[in-house]
């Protein structure tokens, strides 16, 4: 399972300060932060990046700082005490991005940063079940609002259901045999009796991944609908941006990587209009500008300090002025 930072201990919250958050600089560069700007941190995580941001708008900057899991918020209150009438941060989805802002009378705005992707403190946690590692009931919810917990996917969805879960949010080409072996040792209870049976169903081979991350992620995405959220998040984006605003993406795996790249490419035509039709009727003006043609990667340096970082991909575009 991919992370979006490297936390060294979490056993209180004043002990997320000691991370390492992914693509930091590059974030900050592509977002063009400035002293006494607005920026919206859509996934606050542990609030490194909306730390950065708050100490490179200084002074003057305001910040509007976004998740969806309770104990994330919490624990970037802490690292964001220093600013407590620069930052608002609130517990909600970031699908619901427009109305939170409106809401705070936060548009428009200069910046708008998504990190997506699992964090280590969450996947530290106990009892919340993200990692396959550490023995926790099969939950996986960002927020114990919602309903439908990894348990409900594993022990109730017919296996051909399962099986294609598996392997449209986990790219898992062992799918199938996967949800095969679940299926004959329902139920289960815990993360790592759902990864033992994983395990014994894949094939003899060596793997630089545990057999279990691809299912796993597929679960998480699932249990809290993280691609629809995404792509409704990042239309909303472009309507808080003012003129020159700047969209910053940083993305852990292909799926969300090709919502990110489609949308920034539809965003920067005029028409959208199927290439075969000789007329335009969509009525399409672009919206944005990409100024990533490819997406960045983390450099050497980051790599060797950080590992985890390997798979995060960084996107950005900025608001076209005429658009707004």
């Known amino acids: 399972m991919r992370s979006k930072e490297e936390v060294v201990a979490i056993s209180s919250p004043r002990d997320t300060l000691f991370h390492t958050s992914v693509l930091l600089d590059e974030a900050l560069e ?14 606050l995580g ?19 700082g976004i998740d969806a899991d309770p104990h994330a918020v919490e624990f970037a209150r802490v690292s964001l005490e220093e600013y407590p009438d620069s930052v608002h941060l609130v517990t909600g989805n970031f699908r619901d991005l427009k109305a939170i802002a409106a809401r705070l009378n936060f548009i428009p705005v200069h910046g708008v940063l998504f990190d997506l992707g699992l964090s280590s403190m969450q996947l530290a946690e106990k009892g919340r079940g993200f990692s396959f590692q550490t023995e926790a009931p099969l939950d996986m919810r960002f927020s114990d609002t919602q309903t439908l917990t990894a348990a409900d996917i594993v022990n109730g969805y017919r296996e051909d259901d399962l099986a294609n879960l598996i392997w449209e949010f986990g790219e898992e080409r062992h799918s199938r045999r996967i949800a095969r072996a679940i299926v004959k040792a329902r139920p289960l209870a815990t993360t790592t009796q759902l990864a033992n049976v994983i395990r014994s169903a894949m094939p003899d081979g060596r793997s630089r991944i545990h057999p279990a991350t691809r ?17 409704s998040a990042l239309a909303q984006a472009c ?46 003006k672009a919206t944005l ?25 960084l996107r950005a575009a900025e608001r076209l002025a005429e658009a707004s």
């Not at 299912?215 to 792509?231: C, K, P, S």
């Open 30 to 43: 592509f977002l063009a932060v400035q002293p006494g700007g607005r920026y919206i941190d859509c996934t």
């Open 46 to 64: 542990a609030g490194g990046h909306a730390l950065a941001i708050m100490r490179e708008t200084e002074p003057g900057g305001l910040l509007l």
């Open 215 to 231: 299912t796993f992620q597929a679960l998480r995405i699932a249990v809290n609908d993280e691609l629809a959220a995404l792509t």
């Open 239 to 284: 309507d808080v941006l003012g003129a020159g605003g700047r969209l910053v993406v940083i993305s852990f795996h292909s799926l969300e990587d090709r919502i990110v790249k489609q949308f920034l490419q539809r965003e920067a035509r005029d028409c959208i209009c199927p290439p075969e039709q000789p007329t335009c009727t969509c009525g399409h």
């Open 289 to 313: 500008r990409i100024i990533t043609k490819r997406p960045v990667s983390p450099g050497a340096e980051e790599l060797k300090r950080n590992p985890r970082s390997r798979s995060a991909r």
